[in-house]
Nanobody, 124 residues
Framework: QVQLVESGGGLVQAGGSLRLSCAGS????????MGWFRQAPGKEREFVLA????????YNVDSVKGRFTISRDNARNTVYLQMNSLKSEDTAIYYC?????????????????WGQGTQVTVSS
């Protein structure tokens, strides 16, 4: 069973950038599809980006296309979320997740393990 810990969140001005990290422990993340989700106050958790186990395929929601990038370093057991041109509507808690069966990458039910989340706040 893999444990996931997110880091890198914080307060940033609109237009700025942040890089989130998701470090795995207790097992290798290289066998999992990995996803990033976010949840704003009063809203449901929503899909942001995902990456296949080898990194060959990535998936994203339209609202972050051209601004956010997902990558992974399986040797470091870490997945990254690079966020550029941040907007106030990107404010949320960001969660990473790992899934055995990488079917519907944008579905929370695809994922078996979740981190505790890291807060991202974008001030306008």
């Amino acid at each position: 069973q893999v444990q996931l810990v997110e880091s890198g969140g914080g307060l940033v001005q609109a237009g700025g950038s942040l890089r989130l990290s998701c470090a795995g422990s207790g097992g290798t993340i290289g066998i999992y599809g990995m996803g990033w989700f976010r949840q704003a106050p009063g809203k449901e958790r929503e899909f942001v980006l995902a990456i296949s186990p080898t990194g060959a395929r990535t998936y994203n929601v339209d609202s972050v296309k051209g601004r956010f990038t997902i990558s992974r370093d399986n040797a470091r057991n870490t997945v990254y979320l690079q966020m550029n041109s941040l907007k106030s509507e990107d404010t949320a808690i960001y969660y990473c997740a790992a899934g055995y069966q990488f079917g519907a990458a944008d579905d929370v039910k695809t994922y078996n393990y979740w981190g505790q989340g890291t807060q991202v706040t974008v001030s306008s």
